[in-house]
Nanobody, 124 residues
């Protein structure tokens, strides 16, 4: 079992920046692949970016060049730096973990453990 907790959401104007944080904790495993997903009202959840234990990343086309993932493996913490935010980035952002550390597609089905989400609102 992995406990996943997000923080760092908020409200910003278009063009602004936010940094989301996600911590993952397990008593039995410390090697996770992690990802961010987001879901806007009335829309399906979509992948934003993921990173494996070795730092390999995948980004959704919609965020390439604006969002950047990084992770601190000692703290088991994932960061999502979001720059040049747009109103269409507004959504609930969810962090997810898979307990094998390897590369995985940016799809919900590959992630077993999820946080409760943190809201990001971008105003025009």
């Amino acid at each position: 079992q992995v406990a996943v907790t997000e923080s760092g959401g908020g409200s910003v104007q278009a063009g602004g920046s936010l940094r989301l944080s996600c911590s993952a904790y397990s008593t039995t495993n410390s090697r996770y692949s992690m990802a961010w997903f987001r879901q806007a009202p009335g829309q399906e959840r979509e992948g934003v970016a993921n990173i494996d234990i070795n730092g390999n990343t995948i980004y959704a086309d919609a965020v390439k060049g604006r969002f950047a993932l990084s992770r601190d493996n000692v703290k088991n913490t994932l960061y999502l730096q979001m720059n040049n935010l747009k109103p269409e980035d507004s959504a609930m952002y969810y962090c997810a973990a898979r307990p094998d550390g390897g590369r995985a597609p940016l799809k919900e089905a590959y992630y077993s453990f999820w946080g409760q989400g943190t809201q990001v609102t971008v105003s025009s």
